[in-house]
């Protein structure tokens, strides 16, 4: 069955309404949710200690952003320079959620070989936002 054009545009349409609609965040609304998904507040020191920590794998977090993500950090293979993950540093950073979910679940896979839970974000996510 052929569409009729009008119809057969509206998926591309719809595509090029999703940046407009790219979850537009804040570091302490997500930090909220992180909180309210774990039930428990964040604590900021447990985040720093999780972020330069290895987890029985090759790399920390660190490895790639930095001891403290204020600067721009090192891609650990490629070397390809990455925008500081502190928000004070980088006013984009925590502010797509769709963005934060997908880099989230990636680097996690990486670094502790399984998702982060919701607690260890908001804990993460309360040093970086610590960082002045
Ligand atoms: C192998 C390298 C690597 C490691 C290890 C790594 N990351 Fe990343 N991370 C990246 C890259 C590359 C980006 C994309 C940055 C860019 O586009 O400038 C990124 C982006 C992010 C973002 C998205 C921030 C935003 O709003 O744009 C978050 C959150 C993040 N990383 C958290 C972590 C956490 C937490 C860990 C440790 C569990 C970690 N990363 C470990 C490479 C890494």
Known sequence: MRLKPALALLPLLAAAALP???????PARLQKAYEAAADAPAQAERGRSFFISRHGAEWSCASCHGQLPVDA???AVTA????????AFN???FTDERRVEKWFRRNCKDVVKR????AEKADVLAWLQSLR
């Open 80 to 87: 390809k320079p990455i925008d500081p993950l502190a928000p």
């Open 20 to 26: 407009a609609l790219a979850q537009a965040t804040s």
């Open 73 to 75: 950090g090192r891609h």
């Open 91 to 93: 006013p984009k950073a």
């Open 115 to 118: 998702e982060c839970t919701p």
